[in-house]
């Protein structure tokens, strides 16, 4: 799942989504090209959940979040009968992976740093959703310092994004 409010003037999730899609193993799905209207789906995106083990959600982080048709997106589709409560168990068992593409460098993002508090902590609602819905939520994997980002170091994090997304490897770990 790509949520970009445009991702053809995207850099870093253009080329990550390229990657993947490269690749083929992954089904990709841009939230945003998907429904131009913000009317969501809500029977074919649990047709979707329902069909994967590993969801992956990729997006540009928005104050110190996601943008907002991913939050819709989750307000709607996690529904009660299906992510939580009696019956709610369909998404039991499958994988959760944040990724996300920041202005800031990791550096910021610590405990006294102009962010003060690390991406691990600002995802916790991902984390806490996960642990609701009965999902397994893995390291985030996150593209920092985006305007520091050369061409040749793109290459190598959309290969080692690839990678993780498809269990290749277990490393997620944070770029730039
Ligand atoms: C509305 C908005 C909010 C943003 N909030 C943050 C933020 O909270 N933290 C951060 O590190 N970067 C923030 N940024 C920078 C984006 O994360 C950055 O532009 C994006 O990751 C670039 O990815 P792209 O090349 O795929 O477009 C924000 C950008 C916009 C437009």
């Known amino acids: 799942m790509v949520a970009h409010p445009d991702l053809e003037t995207s850099r870093i999730n253009k080329r990550l989504t390229a990657e993947i899609e490269r690749r083929g193993n992954v089904t990709v799905h841009r939230l945003y090209e998907t429904y131009p ?21 990729q997006f540009p982080f928005f ?6 048709l991913l939050k819709k997106w989750m307000d709607e589709v996690f529904e009660l009968g299906f992510a939580h409560g009696k ?13 996300i593409s920041s202005g800031g460098a990791e550096s910021m993002y610590q405990a006294g740093g102009f962010h003060n508090y690390s991406y691990s902590e600002l995802l916790r609602p991902f984390q806490q959703s996960a642990n609701l819905t009965g999902m397994i ?14 061409d040749e170091q ?10 993780y997304v498809e269990g290749r490897s277990a490393i997620s770990g944070t770029k730039g």
């Open 37 to 57: 209207d913000e009317k969501i789906d809500i029977a074919r995106e649990q047709a979707l959940l329902r069909a994967h083990d590993r969801i992956v959600l």
């Open 137 to 150: 939520y893995r390291p985030p994997f996150v593209v920092g310092r985006i305007r520091e980002v050369s």
């Open 154 to 163: 793109l290459e190598k994090y959309a290969a080692d994004y690839a990678d």
């Open 87 to 99: 019956g709610g168990d369909k998404l039991n068992g499958k994988e959760l992976l944040i990724a």
């Open 63 to 68: 104050w110190y979040s996601s943008p907002s």
